[in-house]
């Protein structure tokens, strides 16, 4: 059977290996691989750990970037723009249906949306992006059915806030003319008397001729009749620039008060007059009239600094506590781990209470926080060093060392250590979103301001979108999504590296 086996091989198949050769050890063609590279490579088949890790780097480059190329300063607050949606013009003017400060204004009757004509007419710039609904409402009214028209309609914030009041001195007044007149913007309009408008004098977008209950009466044409006031009498100063389209010279544009001037102020120009720029925000405003996209930046890059120099305290701390512990046992192992159980059983919204009312007072809040995270942040950091010690100083080569003559300080930071610091590294890189998160929960929650240090925090802007989440949820929304792929990122990148830096997975091919 084998024969005919054979004879079905061809010939030429057949060949003596290493004939006439002499057999010799070869030197491996293949480099050796360290520890961290070969974690390197596991880390590198974990698809999540390492797109947790991009996003990761995103959001760090996020938070040292938003910062310097925001046009806003944290600093910068705005007492009429507050809570006020995402705006930039360029984007809004092109009719795109985004970042164009839309906000809904349900059930507007035909006066509203006069009025919004009325703004739209006298500055420029028009309030009403769209109508999205029209309804037919039905009352009784002295016994007759009345039916009317409401709309659900869509409108630009900035442009709808519209003419201000604001009191000048004679000086700014004489400077706001003057930026007037070198850039071309109006700021300054007509001013209105009181009396002319039927005594309604709590609106200064109304311009026009009005009845007793605020409606707009037009003229036979349905034209707006213009109510400003030509009472040179009653001119707070002189104004010698800019008018609006239809003044002749006889209109005013001041009303004098004690030693300074009223003025009806287009507040989107006026706000340009002020900063030097038009109210661009990308993510809107807070309740400070903070720029949103700003103050994340700010917020996220004090978080992940102060939870970094958090984990790199608690890891010094815990790691020399835990290798006393791990590396003597004994009385020594059983005196230092009821100590940490004392110290662990302390709640820490109670330290950090505790000391922000008293600490605080004395060091700073910034060091009295972080003094609360460290008082107990080692434990864990502690124990974990204590189970790598307990591993590895019974090993052969620990054994080695010491009968060759070297001190427990070497054993423990020369031999021992280095075998364990895979896990307690990985292990600092899960406390880092545990103390953002930590962070986050004490500004949120108002125990811990940290904004005269910081500017804002993440916490810090939750809590202020939170009041406003039903008429500005973009205050909350934004600050909400950063921190939750904050805090994801950070967790699946831990995980990534506790799994990679396993020794028990060393050379373990998928």
Same mark, same amino acid.
């Given at each position: 059977?084998?024969e005919n086996?054979?004879e ?7 060949a003596?290996?290493?004939? &006439? ?5 070869k030197?491996?063609?293949t480099k ?8 390197m490579?596991r880390f *590198?088949?974990?698809k999540?750990?390492?797109?947790a890790?991009?996003i990761l780097?995103?959001l760090i480059l996020?938070?040292?970037?938003a ?5 806003h300063?944290?600093r910068?607050?705005d007492?009429?723009?507050?809570n006020?949606?995402p705006?930039?013009r360029?984007i809004?003017d ?5 970042? &164009?400060?839309?906000?809904?204004m349900d059930?507007? &009757?035909?006066?509203? =949306?006069?009025? =919004?004509r ?9 309030p =009403?992006i769209?109508i ?11 016994g ?6 409401t709309?659900?309609v ?6 709808f806030?519209?003419i %201000? !009041?604001r009191?000048f001195s004679?000086d700014?007044?004489k400077r706001?003319q003057?930026?007037?007149d070198?850039?071309g913007?109006?700021? %300054? !309009?007509p001013?209105?008397e009181?009396?002319?408008i039927?005594g309604i004098?709590? #609106?200064?977008?109304?311009?026009y ?5 605020? #409606?707009?009466?037009l003229?036979e044409?349905? #034209?707006f ?5 030509s &009472? ?5 100063a ?6 609006? @389209?239809?003044?002749d010279?006889?209109?005013i ?12 102020v ?8 002020l900063n *030097?720029?038009? @109210? ?7 309740a400070?009239?903070q ?8 917020g996220a ?6 939870a970094?120099l958090?984990?790199a305290i608690?890891?010094t ?15 020594v ?7 940490a159980d004392?110290l662990s ?8 209470t505790l000391f922000? =009312?008293h600490l ?6 910034? @060091?009295?926080?972080?003094?609360a ?10 124990a974990?060093?204590r ?8 090993q052969?080569?620990i054994?080695a ?8 300080r070497?054993?423990?930071f020369k031999?021992i250590f280095?075998n *364990?610091i895979?896990?307690?590294?990985t292990?600092c ?6 103390v953002?998160g930590?962070?986050?929960?004490m500004? !949120?929650?108002?125990?811990v ?5 910081a ?13 406003v989440v039903?008429?500005? @949820?973009?205050?909350?929304l ?11 990122c ?8 506790r799994?990679?830096? #396993? ?7 998928d």
């Amino acid at each position: 059977m084998a024969e005919n086996t054979y004879e079905k091989i061809p010939a030429e198949e057949f060949a003596f290996v290493q004939e &006439n050769d002499l057999l010799h050890d070869k030197e491996l063609q293949t480099k050796a691989r360290g520890f961290f590279a070969d974690a390197m490579i596991r880390f *590198g088949k974990n698809k999540s750990s390492v797109i947790a890790a991009i996003i990761l780097g995103l959001l760090i480059l996020y938070a040292i970037v938003a910062p310097l190329i925001s046009p806003h300063n944290i600093r910068h607050t705005d007492v009429i723009y507050i809570n006020y949606p995402p705006f930039i013009r360029s984007i809004a003017d092109k009719g795109w249906g985004i970042l &164009n400060g839309a906000k809904s204004m349900d059930s507007q &009757n035909d006066s509203s =949306l006069l009025a =919004l004509r009325a703004i739209a007419e006298e500055t420029g710039l028009d309030p =009403l992006i769209g109508i999205k609904d029209a309804h037919e409402v039905s009352t009784m009214q002295k016994g007759k059915k009345v039916t009317r028209t409401t709309y659900d309609v869509e409108i630009n914030a900035y442009y709808f806030k519209g003419i %201000i !009041y604001r009191t000048f001195s004679y000086d700014e007044f004489k400077r706001i003319q003057a930026w007037q007149d070198e850039t071309g913007i109006q700021v %300054i !309009y007509p001013y209105v008397e009181p009396a002319d408008i039927s005594g309604i004098a709590d #609106n200064p977008n109304i311009w026009y001729q009005v009845d007793s209950k605020g #409606n707009a009466v037009l003229d036979e044409n349905g #034209n707006f009749v213009p109510a400003y006031s030509s &009472n040179a009498a009653k001119a707070g100063a002189e104004y010698n620039s800019l008018r609006i @389209p239809g003044d002749d010279g006889s209109y005013i544009y001041s009303y004098g008060r004690s030693g300074s001037v009223q003025c009806r102020v287009l507040y989107y120009n006026y706000y340009r007059y002020l900063n *030097g720029m038009e @109210p661009n925000y990308l993510m809107g405003t807070n309740a400070l009239g903070q720029d949103i996209f700003c103050g994340i930046g700010v917020g996220a890059r004090f978080s992940i600094i102060f939870a970094i120099l958090v984990s790199a305290i608690n890891l010094t701390i815990g790691a020399f506590y835990g290798a006393v512990q791990g590396y003597y046992g004994g009385w020594v192992d059983m005196t230092l781990d009821r100590i940490a159980d004392i110290l662990s059983g302390v709640p820490f919204v109670v330290v950090t209470t505790l000391f922000q =009312l008293h600490l605080a007072k004395r060091v700073g809040i910034v @060091p009295s926080f972080l003094f609360a995270f460290v008082l107990t942040g080692w434990i864990g950091m502690a124990a974990l060093t204590r189970r790598q010690f307990y591993r590895f100083k019974g090993q052969e080569f620990i054994l080695a060392a010491r009968t060759l003559g070297a001190s427990d300080r070497r054993l423990m930071f020369k031999h021992i250590f280095p075998n *364990g610091i895979g896990s307690i590294i990985t292990s600092c890189a899960l406390v880092i979103p545990g103390v953002i998160g930590s962070e986050t929960s004490m500004t !949120y929650l108002g125990i811990v301001d940290l904004s005269s240090f910081a500017g804002t925090t993440i916490g810090t802007l939750l809590s202020q979108g939170n009041a406003v989440v039903t008429s500005a @949820p973009h205050a909350i929304l934004y600050p909400s999504i950063f921190l939750g792929l904050l805090m994801i990122c950070f967790n699946l990148f831990g995980n990534g590296l506790r799994d990679a830096f #396993n020794p028990s997975t060393r050379g373990v091919e998928d």
